[in-house]
């Protein structure tokens, strides 16, 4: 079983660009979340989704969009990087509230 | 607000002695509390899930207990060896999402 997949798993960016990160799980879950991992900072969450054609904003949304356009699919989206930006991104998905499935990353660097 | 602690940031133990995370959390209304672990570069995977009603769960050398009245909760590691050496993460749920403490660092010697 793939789980729950994030794509790509390393990327640079420069300040300015723009980019998607995309999580997809197999496992039909509901809900469906993003994080970010910081050094000192623990997970914080981002934006998060209970069902499909919704969205809802966490702890840290400023600087990012999500959509979840199909239930299978979160896409998490950098409208333009800045180097705060730079950090391991989480995705997360479950069956009910309280995320427990967590992709494997995605480490952004922002120059 | 709620707020995740978990003491001491980072722990070494030799193997097979037994040890206890510890994890303490400000507001007492919470849906349940999870354990995660997570290896160096990768995911968090869920160790433990226990629910507000719920006073402790086990699962193999693992064994985790709940005091919401208190605000803790602990993660017991019986004989310990060096493949636990990781990263021990306490989050509590709370509405739809689930807050994180900033985890463990746990480091077994062999």
């Known amino acids: 079983n793939a789980g729950v997949t994030q794509t790509p798993k390393f990327r640079v960016l420069k300040t300015g660009q723009s980019m998607t990160l995309l999580c997809a799980q197999d496992m039909n879950h509901e809900y469906m979340y993003w994080y970010r991992q910081d050094p000192g900072m623990g997970l914080r969450l981002i934006h998060y989704?209970?069902?499909?054609?919704?969205?809802a904003k966490g702890e840290v949304p400023d600087g990012y969009n999500v959509s979840r356009l199909k239930k299978q699919n979160f896409l998490l989206g950098l409208e333009s990087a800045a180097p705060s930006q730079t950090s391991v991104y989480f995705c997360?998905?479950?069956?009910?509230?309280?995320?427990?499935?967590f992709g494997d990353g995605t480490r952004l660097s922002i120059l | 607000k709620q707020e995740v602690t978990q003491i001491p940031a980072a722990l070494s133990v030799p193997e097979g002695e037994n040890l206890v995370l510890n994890c303490s959390f400000t507001?007492?209304?919470?849906?349940?509390l999870q354990w995660f672990r997570q290896d160096p570069g990768k995911g968090l995977t869920s160790l433990l899930l226990i629910q507000s009603s719920q006073r402790e769960q086990t699962s193999g050398r693992l064994n985790a207990s709940l005091d919401k009245s208190s605000g803790r909760s602990t993660l017991y590691i019986a004989a310990s060896q060096p493949g636990d050496s990781a990263t021990y993460l306490c989050a509590v749920g709370v509405d739809d999402k689930i807050i994180f403490g900033k985890g463990t660092r746990l480091h077994i010697l062999p």
């Open positions: 989704s209970v069902g499909e054609g919704t969205t």
């Open positions: 997360a998905s479950s069956p009910r509230a309280q995320p427990q499935h």
């Open positions: 507001d007492s209304a919470i849906y349940n």
